[in-house]
């Protein structure tokens, strides 16, 4: 009864999870399943009260009090002589039916209004929020001692009255994800296709709303016992009648004599609060599509990675192609002098059935003053051997075989401490979406200002004066403007400078930059292009260049590499590779880089092999 | 912002009207048993009748409850029927006890539930695992039965803790924080267990946002990404949910209140509706949506100013 | 953000080590009793006063809140005799209409007014006036006249055996006639007593405070610099205060009784209410059955009073058939076991009566009664055919209901005072509160003229005559009289108050 409830939940992650039916999500959490079998038992049990226990719980033999346990009276008896397991059983009966009650009601009012107002909006919705805004501002236990003050004990109606109470709760939950997905296309698209809105509602909504109504209920569950039995316990439950709460009334009447008596509600209550609690949990992680996996340490992994390294320098076995078409020779190629240096890197993430590669054996390398393409479609990898180069993989992922290194100094084996303090100044990163890669809460200044104080040890003014002077040379307009400015206060193309800026001011060797004019407008692509080639140019960097366009490649790129499906089929200057591609992937990909150029009339070289979506 | 504050404090003003309105229709439905009730079993009928008469009990409800609101907007809330002090007295006597249960909870539960929460966001796997399940044990037993279970073994069985009363702050400081502790305790358990997975889940959240890893491959130190950055974006969540908390908390205290024998809000308008006390209860209610309505109020301020975007417009 | 955060982890922080630091203060901070004048009696009461007003207040344990404020025309000493405190002498008149009261001199308000006649005279008025909970106390009393200023003649309409006692009571407290209309009346008492309220460290709800009279004129009854009074209204929560030292004396139950032994706490006993059921219906308006005597008197066969009071009450007291204590003159000793248990009788009588398939008893409960009982009688009465349909009633509601005439019988706990014409004028007279169906056959109608006809000494024989006609009619099927437990602590000594559930301020003392 302390434990408020969470604001509502978003609807479910993953497109797969609403794909898939509840039942079987359910049964695929042993947890949820276990959780409401316990459930699903405890209702029946008390349902068939009846059948379960031989003696009436309100029966009492004042002679066969406080008796302990015994093949008579399973749990022993009470203050009156009454059987305490028949009491549970038949208790049940109240705690759980009024709990179910207030859920019912609840969530018949609040889930049709949520629906309603999700959907409708306007005049309806603010009404309705007010209304909502004002239950919930109502103390819940005064409101329920007034209706027990005014109409008598009865559960069955002061439940109903919590019900109402409650169902804010739902409301909010239910209109907020229903006013989302009013907004979704395929909703759009049903409606012009003439469903009609009871259609709608119920096939697409419905849908969305099932399982986080379902959670919610669950936890909400957990708070309305608590109220209902609390309401007992304190006295005001109808004590002619067994329930939970009245149970533990009459063990606090007893605390000194019998303070046992507070032991088997107390566990009943735990058990159903805990399954239910259970239930919402394993339900709700369900629903965000976590594989469980049983991950060995990183450090076993780094272990791995540093013996491969002693024993000899990797040379990774072409791995199968799923496609069956071998790379191109030198597609393996480490250039001498190479500043980064990449060499049959593997990089992996646990799935249901052991780590998945999704990186399969990559070697590359740059030299300083030189720009090289990684290029591919999406799934091919070249973001993740971006970020294993970082060493900053998503959670789950790791780098599973191979070696980086740059400036002669190997990557995967290194302490945090000293990885970090490459970052930025051996090695830098642009990110491809420049709004969702600045912190929304702090200054621009503030997140330039951060790193250059930590990595190059500046005092906060020549820090200050050092930012102002990079967003000065990446092409911003009016620097102590954007110095001050909060990033929902720039455009695209003012944040993609920023980032850039912020990678290159501490003079990083190598570059990595993954995909940085896609998110941007054509005008400014250009212009982001040409700052790019004056920097690298300007501080002589080795740069990677990720990409799946062909012509950011032909524009910028010395040499370029061609991924498919986690490896290198291809690798070689631009003007060889563009002139003579050999692998037909690269062929492929080259052709239907043209499109916007000319009108296709025909395929230069037939495809036979289909497309694949990597699996991540 | 101004004017925001000002709708704000119009619509909780709505709010204390409609609420006190509901509580009140709902005393009088059964008002029969007030004046015996305050007069006790030995006076005669004829007594009773002039009580009733005397409270005003026999008038229509409308008036009833008009005739209390022109009070209540003087800032009188009437004088009690089972006392000789004013409600506002009495209340005010009241409230920083059920304040001082729900404001030390809601510290010491957040304090423990940041930590708790950004150590099972940190390090998944088993640590995490066995949180989770701290957590469900937490949310597993009502309130006021581990508050039971403490005042037997805590202070019966061992003897540490006076389990009963309060001492007010003023009139000593160490008496009021031990009076404190078996509640705040029985209280906190509950909140930390929510409130954790709160953390830990805003925490993943922003964990796995874009700008994180573009920091840290600027080379801040992790500690500056998780105090700075990813703590100041996973507040905004939790701070609803701890004003969420703090308001059931003021509800649950009730429980707690009777099981420590603490002379708070909740305890008095127990009371009070059971006798029928319905200048006390109805002034309970108004109290208490008031202070549920500032805690909202700071909630969404505090939000609002930690979003830029907010803040600024 | 993060600047809030921190603050509230140092005070979280602070906190925490507060309350390790004060812990080892330890959890009883009451400094060791010394008989000197330092002492203070600290009273954890399970009662809180509506109002300070001795017009509007009760007696039982509320006597405790009065007793240090204002003293009473007579006191009741521990043996509930009456012994001089205001008034030095009082005198019945022969035909029991007047009581003239000598009052002692000198005795001051701690106002520096006088106790004077006119005053007392005041205070008799206005307490009839108020119409608080007792002013039925002063009933018969039509009007009050100053003979002089030390002497007070009270006219009675009707012969009250019951008066000189009462005046030991709430309609005895004198307080001064200056503080009649103030605006504080109710919160703000002044008297003549032992000590005064220190407004300033009393809390409605939480503490009230009085401080020793400096000026009193009895000596011997002032025994403590300080008397402190806590109002706990859950036993528990007393009882913890009494363990850990955080009080000197609370009322308690029987179920508490064996815990506060092993805790080493004193526990005394005083004879308490009688407990069982109010046959209140006797003419059987409400329910036919109940009319017939032979029901009533099968429903006092049929309950297995040992077993009740073994389980529920503890065994602390003694099974009976009357509602009378020992104390009071209408005690008939025999009249203890005038009904044994026996269910084949009362089958017989009930069989007697044409209900040999039993009825239907509808009886009102709540959370105040014991869990225990209900069940327990429904049991019982089950065995005899009689079924008990109890009603639930919210607790506050509960004793307004069994007044209301809703219900033919009802549970209830009845003092059992010294003096019985209190507990007749309470529940047998035909206007008597607890009379809610106003019984009254021409037996009793003559009965109670012929107790308040009598002397003093012959009263006594009618009294116990009527005893005999309440058990023989089986008006009411009282199962036990309690003894009624008061712990204490170490620090101080007390005795007990016959007819009072709690000791008299004056009772204590500090330990030596």
Redesign the interface.
């Known amino acids: 009864m302390t434990q408020a409830l969470e604001p509502a939940t978003a609807a479910p992650k993953s497109a797969s999870a609403q794909r898939q039916g509840l039942g079987s999500r359910i049964a695929s959490s042993p947890m949820a399943a276990i959780s409401l079998g316990v459930l699903a038992f405890i209702v029946l049990a008390v349902i068939l009260a009846p059948l379960l226990t031989r003696f009436d719980p309100?029966?009492?033999?004042?002679?066969q009090?406080?008796l302990g346990p015994s093949p008579e009276h399973w749990l022993g008896t009470?203050?009156?002589?009454?059987d305490v397991f028949s009491r549970i059983v038949y208790g049940g009966r109240i705690t759980l039916g009024g709990a179910a009650l207030a859920l019912i009601v609840a969530m018949a009012i609040g889930v049709t209004t949520g629906l309603f107002a999700g959907y409708f909006g306007g005049a309806l919705d603010s009404s309705v929020d007010w209304v909502s805004n004002l239950l919930i501002a109502l103390p819940n236990i005064m409101i329920l001692l007034a209706v027990?003050?005014a109409w008598?004990?009865n559960v069955w109606l002061s439940m109903t009255v919590f019900g109402v109470l409650m169902a804010p709760g739902f409301h909010r939950l239910v209109r907020a994800i229903v006013s989302g997905v009013r907004n979704e296309l395929y909703v759009d698209a049903a409606r012009v296709s003439g469903l009609s809105l009871t259609r709608i509602l119920g096939r697409h909504v419905l849908v969305a709303i099932r399982a986080p109504i379902i959670i919610y209920a669950a936890l909400a569950g957990v708070v309305v016992i608590g109220v209902q039995s609390g309401l007992d316990f304190l006295?005001?439950?109808?004590?002619?009648?067994p329930s939970w709460g009245?149970m533990l009334?009459?063990a606090?009447?007893?605390?000194?004599?019998a303070p046992g008596l507070m032991l088997w509600p107390g566990i009943a209550l735990g058990v159903v609060n805990a399954a239910l609690i259970i239930f919402g949990n394993s339900l709700r992680d369900a629903l965000e599509d976590r594989p469980r996996v049983r991950r060995r340490s990183t450090s076993s992994a780094k272990q791995s990675a540093k013996k491969n390294d002693a024993v000899t320098p990797a040379a990774p076995e072409p791995a199968a192609f799923a496609g069956g078409q071998s790379p191109v020779p030198g597609f393996d190629e480490v250039p001498d002098g190479s500043v980064l240096a990449v060499r049959g890197l593997r990089v992996g993430y646990p799935s249901a059935d052991g780590i998945k590669d999704v990186v399969n054996g990559v070697s590359l390398g740059v030299r300083r003053g030189e720009i090289l393409g990684l290029v591919g479609e999406s799934g091919s990898g070249k973001t993740q051997t971006a970020w294993a180069i970082l060493g900053l993989l998503p959670s789950g992922g790791r780098v599973t075989g191979g070696t980086i290194e740059i400036a002669g100094q190997s990557l995967p084996g290194l302490s945090k401490g000293a990885m970090r303090s490459m970052l930025g100044k051996k090695v830098a990163y642009i990110p491809q979406e420049p709004m969702s890669n600045l912190d929304p809460s702090f200054k621009i200044g503030f997140q330039l200002v951060e790193p250059l104080r930590k990595q190059l040890g500046l005092s906060a003014k020549d820090a200050k004066a050092k930012a102002l002077a990079m967003l000065d040379r990446v092409g911003i307009a009016d620097p102590q403007r954007t110095f001050d400015s909060y990033p929902h206060q720039i455009s695209g193309g003012m944040a993609q400078r920023v980032l850039i800026a912020g990678a290159v001011a501490c003079d990083p060797d190598v570059l990595i930059a993954d995909e940085p004019t896609t998110a941007l407008d054509v005008t400014v692509q250009a212009e982001v292009l040409d700052l790019l080639r004056e920097l690298q140019k300007e501080k002589d960097m080795a740069v990677v260049m990720v990409t799946h366009n062909f012509g950011v490649v032909a524009d910028l790129c010395d040499r370029v590499a061609v991924m498919k499906l986690g490896q290198i089929v291809e690798q070689n200057t631009v003007e060889v590779l563009f002139a003579n591609p050999q692998h037909p992937y690269t062929r492929m990909l080259l052709e239907a880089g043209l499109e916007d150029k000319t009108p296709r009339t025909r395929l230069l070289r037939p495809v036979d092999e289909p497309l694949q979506e990597a699996a991540l | 912002m101004i004017s925001y504050i000002f709708r704000r404090i119009g619509s909780g003003i709505a709010l204390v009207a409609a609420a006190s309105f509901i509580v009140f229709a709902l005393m009088l439905a059964?008002s029969?048993?007030v004046a015996?009730?305050?007069?006790?079993?030995?006076?005669?009928v004829e007594?009773l009748a002039?009580?009733q008469a005397e409270l005003g009990l026999n008038d229509p409800m409308i008036l009833q409850y008009l005739h209390w609101l022109l009070g209540a907007v003087q800032g009188d809330l009437g004088q009690s029927w089972?006392?000789?002090?004013s409600v506002s007295?009495?209340l005010a006597?009241?409230v920083p006890v059920t304040l001082s249960i729900a404001v030390?909870t809601v510290?010491?539960s957040?304090?423990i539930s940041?930590v708790v929460g950004i150590v099972a966001a940190l390090y998944r796997g088993w640590l995490d695992k066995l949180l989770q399940v701290v957590s469900v044990a937490g949310l597993v037993f009502p309130g006021f039965w581990l508050a039971l279970v403490l005042?037997v073994k805590v202070?019966?069985d061992w003897?540490?803790?006076?389990?009963?009363?309060?001492t007010?702050f003023g009139e000593?400081?160490?008496?009021w924080?031990?009076s404190l502790?078996l509640p705040v305790f029985s209280l906190a358990i509950g909140a930390v267990a929510g409130l954790s997975q709160q953390v830990r889940s805003a925490t993943i959240a922003v964990l796995e946002m874009d700008y994180v890893r573009t920091l840290r491959s600027r080379g801040l130190s992790e500690a500056s990404v998780l105090?700075?950055h990813v703590?100041?974006n996973a507040?905004p969540p939790t701070l609803t949910v701890m004003s969420l908390n703090f308001i059931a908390l003021m509800s649950g205290a009730v429980m707690i209140e009777?099981v420590?024998?603490l002379?708070g809000l909740g305890s008095?308008a127990v009371?009070a509706t059971?006798?029928?006390d319905i200048p006390i209860v109805v002034g309970a209610v108004v109290i208490s949506v008031v202070i549920v309505v500032i805690v909202n109020l700071l909630i969404d301020l505090i939000n609002g100013w930690?979003n830029p975007k907010v803040r600024l417009s | 953000?993060?600047a809030p955060?921190r603050a509230?982890?140092v005070?979280?922080l602070a906190?925490t080590a507060?309350?390790f630091?004060?812990?080892c203060?330890g959890?009883n901070?009451k400094p060791a009793a010394n008989p000197s004048e330092d002492a203070v009696l600290t009273l954890a009461s399970g009662v809180e006063p509506?109002?300070?007003?001795p017009a509007m207040s009760?007696e039982a344990q509320f006597v405790q809140y009065f007793q240090p404020v204002f003293d009473t025309l007579i006191r009741r000493d521990s043996n509930g005799d009456l012994q001089p405190m205001l008034a030095t002498k009082w005198d019945i008149a022969k035909d029991g209409k007047a009581l003239t009261l000598t009052l002692r001199e000198g005795v001051k308000f701690t106002d520096g007014g006088d106790v004077t006649a006119e005053a007392v005279k005041g205070n008799l008025d206005r307490f009839k006036a108020a119409?608080?909970?007792?002013?039925?106390?002063l009933g018969a009393v039509e009007s009050v006249d100053v003979l002089d200023p030390a002497t007070v003649k009270l006219n009675l309409s009707t012969p009250d055996p019951a008066l000189p006692y009462a005046l030991g009571g709430p309609s005895g407290y004198i307080q001064s006639p200056a503080n009649f209309d103030a605006a504080t009346v109710?919160?703000q008492p002044v008297g003549s007593g032992p000590y005064e309220l220190d407004r300033s460290a009393t809390?409605?709800?939480?503490q009230y405070t009085f401080v020793k009279n400096e000026d009193y004129w009895d000596k011997d009854l002032v025994k403590f610099a300080k008397i402190v009074i806590?109002p706990?209204?859950?036993e528990?929560?007393?009882?913890?205060?009494v363990?850990?030292g955080?009080a000197d004396g609370m009322i308690a139950t029987a179920?508490?009784v064996?815990?506060a032994e092993s805790a080493g706490v004193t526990v005394k006993m005083v004879p308490g209410d009688w407990q069982g059921l109010t046959l209140l219906d006797r003419a059987g308006k409400l329910s036919p059955e109940l009319g017939k005597v032979e029901v009533r008197q099968a429903i006092n066969y049929a309950i297995?009073k040992d077993?009740?009071l073994k389980?529920?009450a503890?065994g602390f007291g003694k099974t009976t058939s009357q509602v009378f204590g020992p104390s009071s003159s209408a005690f008939v000793e025999s009249l203890d076991g005038a009904y044994s248990y026996d269910v084949d009788k009362a089958k017989a009588l009930l069989k007697e009566a044409g209900l040999a398939n039993g009825f239907t008893l509808k009886m009102p409960?709540?959370?105040?009664?014991?869990?225990?009982?209900?069940?327990?009688i429904?049991?019982?009465l089950a065995k005899v055919g009689i079924t008990v349909d109890?009603?639930?009633?919210?607790?506050?509601?509960y004793?307004?209901?069994q007044?209301?005439g809703t219900y033919a019988a009802a549970f209830t706990a009845f003092g059992q005072p010294v003096v019985a014409w209190s507990a007749v004028n309470?529940m047998v007279t035909e206007?008597a509160?607890?009379n809610v169906f106003h019984s009254s056959t021409p037996e009793t109608k003559t009965l109670i003229a012929d107790v308040l006809a009598s002397d003093e000494d012959a009263a006594g024989a009618k009294l116990a005559e009527l005893n005999k006609y309440l058990v023989d009619n089986a008006w009411f099927a009282p199962w036990y009289r309690i003894d009624q437990p008061y712990f204490i602590s170490k620090n101080v000594t007390v005795t007990v108050q016959n007819g009072q559930p709690v000791p008299s301020i004056y009772n204590f003392a500090p330990a030596k």
Not at chain 2, 82 to 85: G, H, I, P, T
């Open positions: 309100s029966v009492s033999d004042i002679g009090a406080l009470d203050s009156a002589g009454r027990r003050a008598g004990s006295g005001l439950g109808d004590v002619t009648v009245t009334n009459e606090l009447v007893n605390l000194y004599i | 059964n029969e048993h015996r009730n305050i007069l006790g079993d030995q006076a005669s007594q002039a009580k089972f006392n000789a002090e007295y009495l006597t009241r030390g510290i010491i957040t304090v940041v005042v202070s019966i003897g540490l803790v006076p389990a009963t009363g309060y007010p000593s400081l160490s008496g924080l031990l502790t105090f700075r703590l100041r507040a009777r420590f024998a002379p008095i009371d059971g006798v029928g930690l | 953000m993060k955060k509230y982890r005070l979280a906190a507060a309350i630091l004060s812990g203060g959890a901070d509506q109002s300070l007003d009760r119409g608080g909970p007792l002013a039925g106390a109710d919160t809390t409605p709800g939480s806590k706990i209204k859950d528990n929560a007393r009882f913890n205060a363990r850990s955080q179920k508490t064996k815990a297995d077993a009740i389980n529920v503890q409960t709540s959370s105040d009664m014991d869990p225990a009982l209900a069940p327990a429904k049991d019982q109890w009603v639930d009633i919210p607790s506050a509601q004793q307004p209901e007044q209301s309470s206007n509160p607890w």
